[in-house]
C-alpha cells in the first residue's frame, strides 16, 4: 500500500506501525522476495530516523517497517555531527523523504552519563567524552528551564535535537518552511513501546 509522500501521511503511518508494535499486532511489511528484487533499482523510503545506537531501540520495529521504508542513523544518545547532518541532508535532499525522526529513549545511557558527569562524577575517556560534551548542553537548558526527572532530560534532549538539527541545516529548514519536509521528536518508551512525541513541526 502506497503512502501519500507528505509530512503529515508519513507521521501519521509511522505512529500507525508504533501502534501495532506496542500492541504486538505487526504487520511487518515489505519483507517478502518481491521487496528485495523491487529495492535492487533503487530506494524511496519514507522518513528519514536520527535514533540513539542503544539495542532496545531498532526503529524498523518500533514503527513496524520493512526494507526500504526508513533511512536511519543511529549514533550514541541520537548526537550529531557533520556525518550526520551529511546524511540527513542527504535523505532529504536527494531521497526526498517528507519526514525526518528524531528518537531517544527511556533509561539512556547518553543522557544518565551527562548527568552523571555534570554532577561531578568521571567523565568516560577517549573518544567516548564527545558524547558527554554533545549532550551537555541540552541537560544544562532542561535544567535551567526547570527540569528535574531523568525522563525530562531525554525529552528535552530529543527536542533540543531537532532545534539543532534545524539550525545547522539550512536546506533542510527551507524545506520545513516551503512544506516540503516535516520533523517531528519522540521519546520512545522501553516499558510499554509507544514513540511519545515531544516536538512536531510541519506534520
Ligand atoms: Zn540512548
Redesign the pocket.
Known amino acids: 500500500m502506497a503512502i501519500e509522500r507528505t509530512p503529515t501521511a508519513v507521521w501519521q503511518a509511522l505512529r500507525e506501525g508504533n501502534e501495532r508494535f506496542m500492541h504486538f499486532n505487526e504487520e511487518r511489511p515489505n519483507q517478502d522476495q518481491g521487496r528485495r528484487s523491487q529495492l535492487t533499482q533503487g530506494q524511496d523510503p519514507i522518513a528519514a530516523v536520527l535514533a540513539?545506537?542503544?539495542s532496545r531501540?531498532p526503529v524498523e520495529m518500533i514503527f513496524d517497517q520493512g526494507l526500504g521504508d526508513v533511512f536511519v542513523i543511529r549514533t550514541?544518545?541520537?548526537i550529531t555531527d557533520l556525518a550526520v547532518l551529511g546524511s540527513l541532508e542527504y535523505a532529504v535532499e536527494s531521497l526526498h523523504v517528507p519526514l525526518i525522526v528524531v528518537m531517544?529513549?527511556e533509561s539512556?545511557?547518553?543522557?544518565a552519563a551527562t548527568q552523571a558527569a555534570l554532577d561531578g562524577h568521571e567523565i568516560p575517556g577517549g573518544f567516548q567524552r564527545v558524547l558527554i560534551e554533545k549532550v551537555s548542553p541540552s541537560i544544562l537548558e532542561a535544567r535551567a528551564a526547570g527540569c528535574t526527572t531523568t525522563a525530562e532530560f531525554e525529552a528535552y534532549h530529543v527536542a533540543e535535537t531537532v532545534d539543532m538539527v534545524l539550525s545547522r541545516s539550512p536546506e533542510i529548514k527551507a524545506k520545513l518552511q516551503q512544506g516540503k519536509v516535516g520533523i517531528v521528536g519522540v521519546r520512545y518508551r522501553l516499558s510499554d513501546g509507544m514513540a511519545e512525541p515531544v516536538a512536531a513541526l510541519g506534520v
Open positions: 540513539c545506537s542503544d531501540v550514541a544518545g541520537e531517544g529513549h539512556c545511557g547518553a543522557v
